[in-house]
């Protein structure tokens, strides 16, 4: 049986594209491999001090021990409780108030200058006005979080309802759309892809936010690890707490990357 | 050229932007099933008075009516087809003609036209994956979505090849035959209103400077009738 070549063209690329997918996969992940290798040949050969760079193989002992004692598994999640509660909080307040001043202009007149005026206070210098008023427990640690959440997306959300096309409007009009249509069909779809910048930036701020949260007058979480940690010279543990930080980033950064992707598709086009 | 029960009415309208006259004592008829094309040069105020047919604008002066209702809000026995196509990217092609509306009958509504304007399996693609030319016959077939009376087209083959323009002349002309659809087109190309229409406005320094029956829109097929009949739309436009 002979193929005709437009037959063995599509039997060829058919593997042809699965490597290529699965070398788009593993690309991302050379660099970081590159870097652990030659952190554990460095470590071993001696260039290093462990007190200095401990090896990555002691990093990942240290987290199956801290693991199996329980004391990781409970402060993972004291700060994952924290995280998405202030994100939760910051989001939820952040997008409603958008909403309002981007859809209202008595709202955006009443309220957009005062909340533009106050995003550019650095909310990490609020730390003691946060402690004096909530104490050092969770509220005040929650409070941060959701301050730091509320600009990004407050601002996305807020441009992305402000920037939809006029003459997207206007269609909708002509074409009898309701309010509720309009929002539902053309307002909200058209600043979607903004509004998901904001929230992949405002998980960026809450991370960094609870990592300083947590450094200061706290008794649990990562950022209680890897400040005890610091007051023993434990460099193995802070290693662990900052790689920690870095997956928990990568893992929320790769659930919006999906969120995206599904919320988005039409931007490739295809088929729905 | 004044009909006793015309679709359209437009008397002593103008229209005025601050200081700025965009339309000046523009008064004339429209009959139901008529295809007009309104011509003229850039800035002249064609677009302004199909937006104040379909009630998008008001006019400063006089009063535009349909079957003796006074136009004062959205026209709502009119669909607009713009310049561009404004479908709306997150929608497949056939939810741009249901607005997400999946109720069986507005499904089979859509599949329909979209059959019409030959796009049936272009229904769940999204409109980055259309040309030019099928976007604008998905906005066509967007437009027969609610059965309008008047059909408002404003330049909307403007951005399209010479080709594509011709393809969609003609389908645009079935579907005004076909439907009895009442149709004003707005065009800077003379060739296409002595092609499709059957009466001709020349809008001229803000005014209606010339109208003109035109027998020549259908069949169509005699190209040194409609290049004279362009030729003296053209010397209308420009004397």
Redesign the interface.
Known sequence: MQLSTTQLKHQTALPSRRRHHISRQLIPWLVPLMLLIVWQITAQAGVLSASVLPAPTTVLQDGIALTQSGELPRNLAVSLFRATTGFAIGAIVGFVLALLTGLSTTWRLALDSSVQMVRNIPHLSLIPLVIIWFGIGEPAKITLVAIGVFFPVYINTFHGLASVDP??L??G?????TRW?QF???IF??A?PTILVGIRYALGVMWTTLIVAETVSTSSGIGYMSTNAQDFLDMKTILLCIIIYALLGKLSDTMVKALERQL?S??????? | MTQNNPLLRLEHVSKEYGNQTVLNDVSTTIASGDFVAMVGMSGGGKSTLLRLIAGLESPTNGQVSQQDRIITELNTDSRTMFQDDRLLPWMTVRDNLTFGNHTPQSIEHANDLLARVDLSSFAESYPTDLSGGQKQRVALARALMSHPKLLLLDEPLGALDAFTRRKMQDLILDIWRQEHLTVILVTHDVTEAARMANKVFVIKNHRLAWQEHNALNYPRNNSQAVAAVADDILSQVIA
Do not use: D
């Open positions: 003459e997207l206007e269609m009009h002509v074409y009898g759309l249509q539902r069909q053309i779809p058209s979607l988005l039409w931007q490739k086009g295809n088929v729905a």
